[in-house]
């Protein structure tokens, strides 16, 4: 079945430092891709998504880009804010599914000043 | 932000009773879904609806009925609950216009504690 593995948080960081947090996936055929962002109290936003091999997803200088070779789809940030404080969630839609997503366990982001 | 509410956001109830969670939405959108949010799960699919009177079950869908009589609200029901269900429970929406084009927009989710 599909599957979606990040990396284990909390990752913390200080301000204006690099992000990167990993995810690989497991599914036939080709998935469409997504990231989702999830601040405190709040429910889950889509904060990038992408729909063939060799996209790049960005948004809010968030990027992450389909990897079919490697069957992953890393998110990164080339320099994190507090505001970016966050659990970040990693998700795929299979082709034909029904538009279900199948979700990554979530990775804690803790940026500090 | 979609027009999603999810009521009531905080309930507390005790073992064996039944309790129901509404999820109501603005958007007129097909598709709905209710997740729930647990620590090390990320969040698992428990039933989702594709139209009115249409529902399918999800990953974790035992312990769980739905029912969608309008295109607008989509309920969830547990019928004696239990404390495993004790978990923070999001609905969410779509309405894919293409196969490879589709946007989940969640609920501020509801808080359960089982006793």
């Known amino acids: 079945g599909n599957s979606v593995t990040q990396m284990e948080g909390p990752v913390t960081l200080s301000e204006e430092a690099f992000l990167t947090i990993n995810c690989t996936y497991t599914a036939t055929g080709y998935p469409s891709l997504f990231w989702y962002v999830q601040y405190p109290g709040e429910g889950l936003q889509l904060l990038l998504k992408?729909?063939?091999?060799?996209d790049k997803g960005s948004n809010k200088g968030f990027e992450a880009t389909y990897r079919k070779e490697t069957t992953s789809f890393h998110l990164e940030k080339g320099s994190v804010q507090v505001s970016d404080s966050a659990v970040y969630f990693c998700?795929?839609?299979?082709?034909?599914?029904?538009?279900?997503?199948?979700f990554g366990g979530g990775t804690r982001l803790m940026v500090k000043p | 932000d979609a027009g999603i509410t999810q009521s009531p956001r905080h309930k507390v109830t005790e073992t064996g009773t039944p309790v129901t969670l509404r999820c109501h939405q603005t958007e007129n959108h097909r598709y709905m879904y209710w997740y729930r949010q647990d620590p090390g799960h990320g969040l698992r699919l428990i039933h989702y609806s594709y139209g009115v009177k249409d529902t399918d079950k999800g990953e974790v869908s035992d312990g769980y009925s739905v029912s969608r009589s309008k295109t607008e609200d989509f309920l969830l029901t547990l019928e004696s609950a239990t404390s495993s269900q004790t978990s923070v429970y999001f609905c969410?929406?779509?309405?894919?216009?293409?196969?490879?084009?589709?946007?989940?927009?969640f609920g501020p989710g509801t808080r359960l504690l089982v006793l």
């Open positions: 998700a795929l839609r299979k082709d034909n599914a029904g538009n279900m997503l199948t």
């Open positions: 969410a929406i779509s309405d894919p216009t293409t196969l490879t084009e589709e946007t989940q927009y």
């Open positions: 992408a729909t063939k091999a060799d």
